[in-house]
């Protein structure tokens, strides 16, 4: 099946500081890939969605300028966090549709800790 | 998007069937109905996909009635390892559509 990564899968850093998150489609192309971000306990909330090659759309209540979305290549996905706060330590999850299938694959998720 | 309704949380045994019920009222007529586990700290796994009748793979099945607006996954002889949040969702699979979730249910099962 497809496979998505994201790296890394986990990181610590400090208030104030830009934190980049790579999504990668490992053996497809991605035409779209999605970001999530989960709190403890809780479900998965769509944060915005990015074509290849064009502006990502945010969710409603989503810092477009805050959490930074770049989808340069049909295999690659960042999501930078900017001026991280402890308040934006989450459970983020990137995931990709492409390769003329209906499925949506999902990463193994990156968990942000703000410090 | 059409809104999901699961059953918060489920306890089951070991060995036994176990569905999972899901109701899509809105349903549109492009939707399809995915299924996903999630164990915690992982990101989301594809269990099934169906749009109507019934689909079966090597791990679940999938009932969904005429008027489809609800679906069952059906586990079979589950294990310890089952335990996991499970998500309906519904969706079209066109290139832009977005994938929302629901709260997901919650499936315990006990030695």
């Known amino acids: 099946g497809a496979v998505v990564s994201q790296h890394p899968s986990w990181v610590i850093c400090k208030s104030g500081t830009s934190v980049k998150i790579e999504c990668r489609s490992l053996d497809f192309q991605a035409t779209t890939m999605f970001w999530y971000r989960q709190f403890p306990k809780q479900s998965l909330m769509l944060m915005a969605t990015s074509n290849e090659g064009s502006k990502a759309t945010y969710e409603q209540g989503v810092e477009k300028d805050k959490f930074l979305i770049n989808h340069a290549s049909l295999t690659l996905s960042t999501l930078t966090v900017t001026s991280a706060h402890p308040e934006d330590s989450s459970f983020y999850i990137c995931?990709?549709?492409?390769?003329?299938?209906?499925?949506?694959?999902f990463g193994p998720g990156t968990r942000l800790t703000v410090t | 998007l059409a809104k999901t309704t699961q059953p918060i949380s489920m306890d089951s045994y070991e060995g036994q069937e176990v569905n999972i019920t899901c109701s899509h009222n809105?349903?549109?007529?492009?939707?399809?109905i995915t299924w996903y586990q999630q164990f915690p700290s992982q990101g989301p796994r594809f269990i099934i996909q169906?749009?109507?009748t019934k689909v079966t793979n090597e791990v679940a099945s999938l009932f969904i009635p005429a008027d489809r607006k609800s679906s069952t996954l059906s586990l079979p002889r589950v294990s310890l390892s089952d335990t996991a949040v499970y998500y309906c969702?519904?969706?079209?699979?066109?290139?832009?559509?977005?994938?929302?979730f629901g709260k997901g249910t919650r499936l315990h099962i006990l030695p």
């Open positions: 169906g749009y109507k």
């Open positions: 809105n349903i549109a007529t492009n939707d399809y």
């Open positions: 969702l519904v969706g079209g699979m066109n290139r832009d559509d977005k994938i929302i």
């Open positions: 995931s990709a549709r492409g390769g003329g299938g209906h499925e949506q694959y």
